[in-house]
């Protein structure tokens, strides 16, 4: 089949890969550069985790999720991921991390459990007083987005792929299966498969109803010369523990080590909204941050960079169809990491039509 993708992040990517590797033709349109650093996907680097607390179907999921990324890095002639492994931080009883501690016991996968005194041994950029307990798996990482695209931008033009960056579709019509772009060109096709993130709602206000828009800015800190090896060596962090809803990604690949914190995201009026990070905005994210870091008002903000993403109400991935055209927003917060695997869902959709399989599947039901 003929199959039009609307949006060149790791979701539009992936499907191409996928549908040009069983045999469809496909055309990419993507309004920026591949990368593009204003989607969710462009930034340096995204984590990849077993842990999962409450919502234990994604757990489960990461099994396919890691056999869809190595069958990419195959394809790929690389991997692109830095298997550096997790930690969890707890602060406070029933706190995420002590949730993602659960769901990993509920699982049966293997951890390290670290105390207070063992973990701050290992990571003197932690602060002891500050720490019930935390553990370590090595099922984790940090995913290299930016290459990951390149990459795949790449094999994909030498797959007979068309790529169109800098190519805006202005609008779809799911009936016709059309597309006409900011030029006014129409492209037909069999199918259109729509990743275009938290852009989505301007090519379907509808989806209102379900996806709703945030920004939100990560910050690029340099740590004091003491604790910069320990860093370099350091798991990702899924959660500091208390409130902060906090992670982080030690330095790997192009990208620096990098905070990040759920208390920082708000609702935004669409994708490109607010998009220039504010004076001081670093400082404020890394300030969210004070427990369980020594030193932390040392470290030196060295970028930030703005965000806008789609969650959904229960934070489960979404997928819709109208006509010829699929939806798929595979975002909430957590989608990166499953992206080789919702290409290869989301290309399946194109020969088996079994639109509900393909909802289960993304909403962790399967
Ligand atoms: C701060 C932050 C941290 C995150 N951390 C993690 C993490 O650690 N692990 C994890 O698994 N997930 C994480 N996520 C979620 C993850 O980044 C997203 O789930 C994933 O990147 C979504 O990919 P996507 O392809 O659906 O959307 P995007 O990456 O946003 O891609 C959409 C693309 O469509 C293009 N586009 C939009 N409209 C049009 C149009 N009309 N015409 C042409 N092109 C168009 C856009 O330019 C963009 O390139 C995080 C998200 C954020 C914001």
Redesign the pocket.
């Known amino acids: 089949m003929n199959v039009i993708i609307?949006?060149?992040?790791?979701?539009?990517?992936?499907t191409a890969w996928s549908l040009v590797r069983t045999g469809h033709q496909v055309a990419l349109?993507?309004?920026?550069p591949?990368?593009?650093p204003?989607?969710?996907?462009?930034?340096h680097?995204?984590?990849?985790?077993r842990a999962y607390g409450k919502a234990a179907g994604y757990g489960r999921a990461i099994t396919e999720a890691y056999e869809a990324w190595d069958t990419m890095w195959l394809d790929l002639g690389r991997s692109h991921l830095d298997p550096r492994g997790f930690m969890c931080i707890s602060r406070e009883k029933g706190d995420e991390a002590e949730e993602m501690r659960d769901g990993l016991v509920d699982g049966g996968y293997e951890f390290e459990d670290l105390t207070a005194a063992q973990a701050t041994g290992r990571f003197p950029f932690l602060d002891e007083s500050s720490i019930r307990f935390a553990f370590t798996s090595r099922e984790g990482g940090?995913?290299h987005?930016r290459r990951i695209a390149a990459d795949l931008a790449e094999w994909l033009t030498r797959h007979g792929a068309r790529l169109?960056e800098h190519?805006?579709?202005?609008s779809v019509d799911p009936t016709l299966g059309s597309?006409k772009?900011?030029d006014g060109t129409v492209h037909l096709a069999d199918r259109i498969i729509?990743?275009?993130?938290?852009?989505?709602p301007?090519?379907f206000p509808d989806v209102t109803r379900d996806l709703t828009t945030?920004r939100?800015?990560?910050a690029y800190l340099d740590p004091p010369e003491e604790f910069r090896s320990a860093w370099a060596d350091a798991p990702?962090i899924?959660d500091v523990g208390g409130d902060t809803d906090g992670?982080i990604?030690p330095p790997s690949g192009d990208g620096g080590l990098k905070f990040?914190s759920g208390l920082h995201?708000r609702p935004a009026a669409d994708?490109d909204a607010d998009r220039s990070p504010e004076a001081g905005e670093g400082e404020a994210i890394r300030d969210l941050f004070a427990a369980p870091f020594r030193r932390l008002a040392e470290y030196r903000v060295t970028d930030v960079?703005s965000?806008?993403?789609t969650f959904t109400e229960d934070e489960r991935?979404f997928a819709e169809v109208r006509d010829k055209v699929l939806i798929?927003?595979?975002?909430?917060?957590?989608?990166?990491?499953?992206?080789a695997a919702?290409g290869r869902r989301a290309a399946r959709w194109v020969d088996d039509a079994d639109t509900a399989g393909l909802q289960r599947w993304l909403r962790a039901e399967a």
């Not at 190519?167 to 202005?170: E, G, K, N, S």
């Open positions: 609307v949006g060149a992040g790791i979701a539009g990517l992936s349109f993507e309004q920026g591949i990368p593009n204003l989607a969710a996907s462009g930034d680097h995204r984590i990849i985790r940090a995913l987005c169109h190519t805006r579709v202005a597309v772009t900011a729509v990743t275009a993130g938290a852009w989505v301007k090519l945030f939100t800015a990560v990702t899924l992670y990604i990040g995201k994708a960079v965000c806008a993403y991935f798929v927003s595979a975002c909430s917060g957590h989608g990166y990491k499953f992206g919702v």
